[in-house]
């Protein structure tokens, strides 16, 4: 066996081992157990992390394992983990429902941990990173408009020539709400790409990117608790793309 295909071996064998770690973090209820799986879920995607490097290097797609021609060069990140549930009762649009559900996520999982409070920055990028919070609370107000126009939608005394005059008015709405959201995650996909990069070579944008986030077992939301730093960029990072490709909007450059 070549040395590539040794790699590539290895490689197979520590996503399986990754996949069984994140099951038994996902389920256990034990902290101590937690934590200790925690620090072997770093430490295999580490090993991961360099594995992969290794065949980029020797010029081999890792989209080749098990994956289908044309698919992202990464590993399923977070949209597969998502659940996804109805916007509203009375919500008939299975999209919406989609797109709602990872934005709830986003925003109660990953937009906290983009603070200064986790992630440490240098000065010029922390001015970048804060204004990612402001746009977001900007896109939920498209939504507040989508509610608005669903409530006249779905009112009893609707009649046939308002029922298709609103319900064109609804999909533009969800279009400028795909729109808003993909040029937001375009943005911070491109700015956490930024840090990832800054990160491999070992820079001084990332402060701390070896330092373990605690949250306090007061906060509901702990899906990145006990990740290190850089695995909580690299893992947001790969949840923008996903949901970049999950949206398809076209963006002009």
């Known amino acids: 066996m070549d040395d590539v295909n040794i790699v590539k071996s290895e490689l197979e064998e520590k996503l399986k081992a990754l996949s069984q770690l994140e099951g038994v973090y996902r389920t256990t209820s034990d902290p101590a157990q937690k934590k200790r799986v925690a620090k072997e879920i770093q430490k295999v995607k580490r090993v991961i992390s360099v594995l992969e490097e290794s065949l980029r290097i020797a010029g081999h797609s890792l989209g080749k394992m098990g994956k289908k021609d044309g698919e992202r060069d990464y590993r399923p990140g977070l949209l597969s983990r998502i659940p996804v549930v109805k916007y509203r009762e009375d919500s008939r649009d299975r999209e919406i429902d989609v797109i709602t559900s990872y934005m709830r996520f986003f925003e109660n999982e990953c937009l906290p941990m983009l603070s200064e409070y986790y992630i440490k920055l240098d000065y010029n990028h922390s001015l970048t990173r804060d204004t990612f919070y402001p746009r977001f609370m900007e896109i939920k107000k498209i939504l507040e408009e989508y509610d608005y126009e669903l ?96 949206l398809r909007v076209p963006l002009s450059k």
């Open 151 to 246: 409530d006249i939608f779905t009112r009893e005394e609707y009649h046939n020539i308002a029922f298709y005059k609103d319900k064109s008015v609804l999909l533009k709405i969800k279009y400028r709400l795909m729109t808003a959201l993909s040029e937001y995650f375009r943005d911070l996909s491109r700015f956490l790409k930024l840090l990832i990069d800054d990160m491999k070579v070992d820079g001084t944008v990332v402060l701390n990117p070896d330092e373990v986030i605690e949250i306090s077992p007061y906060i509901e939301y702990r899906h990145f608790d006990k990740y290190f730093v850089r695995d909580v960029i690299e893992e947001i990072f790969i949840f923008c793309e996903e949901f970049l490709g999950y």
